[in-house]
């Protein structure tokens, strides 16, 4: 049975790496947009030597296609992939390395005592490793966490060429 910080450790770390698995996902959602309008732009362009360059525009199609293949297949790894509680605990810990590892031992060691109560772990050790890591964890949770550069860095390319398709579909229809 678990005690009530370790449910608050286990509720913040699940909290976390759901938050990572989001932006993970929508960062990955972001360059596939980037590269379906990078195609649609670039297609438009080339569109003037259909007539005399039918290969190329053929070739262009192709590629367009299998890159986007590319991303949407990348997408979708992401998106069926979770990201662990251990994996997310560590991402917390290198971010703030005031945790000294106590995040991850308050995953780990619980469990370790619970299924080999015979290693010599002290079950006052743990539970004190609890209430101290409970502690930094609700001072954390008033802090941002996860790290959104790279959304806004997508965000920042695929804005433009939002604006620039549909610009040309304005433009030219």
Not at 17 to 45: D, N, P, Q, Y
Not at 76 to 94: K, M, P
Not at 97 to 125: F, M, R, W, Y
Request: aromatic share 6%.
């Amino acid at each position: 049975m678990k005690s009530t910080h370790q449910r608050e450790i286990y509720t913040f770390v699940k909290r976390i790496a759901r938050r990572l698995h989001a932006t993970t996902c929508i960062e990955r959602l972001l360059v596939v947009l980037i590269v379906w309008l990078t195609a649609l732009l670039l297609g438009t362009g080339l569109l003037s030597l259909a007539s005399t360059q039918p290969l190329l525009v053929t070739c262009f199609t192709v590629l367009a296609w299998v890159a986007t293949a590319v991303a949407l297949i990348w997408l979708g790894i992401a998106c069926l992939q979770r990201c662990s509680l251990e994996s997310a605990a560590l991402y917390v810990e290198a971010r703030h390395p005031t945790l000294h590892n106590h995040l991850i031992s308050a995953l780990q060691l619980p469990e370790s005592l619970q299924k080999h109560p015979e290693s010599g772990i002290s079950v006052d050790l743990v539970q004190g490793l609890l209430e101290v890591t409970r502690q930094q964890v609700g001072a954390l949770s008033r802090q941002s966490l996860i790290d959104w550069r790279g959304v806004w860095r997508q965000v920042r390319v695929a804005a433009p060429l939002l604006v620039a398709v549909l610009g040309v579909a304005w433009l030219a229809p």
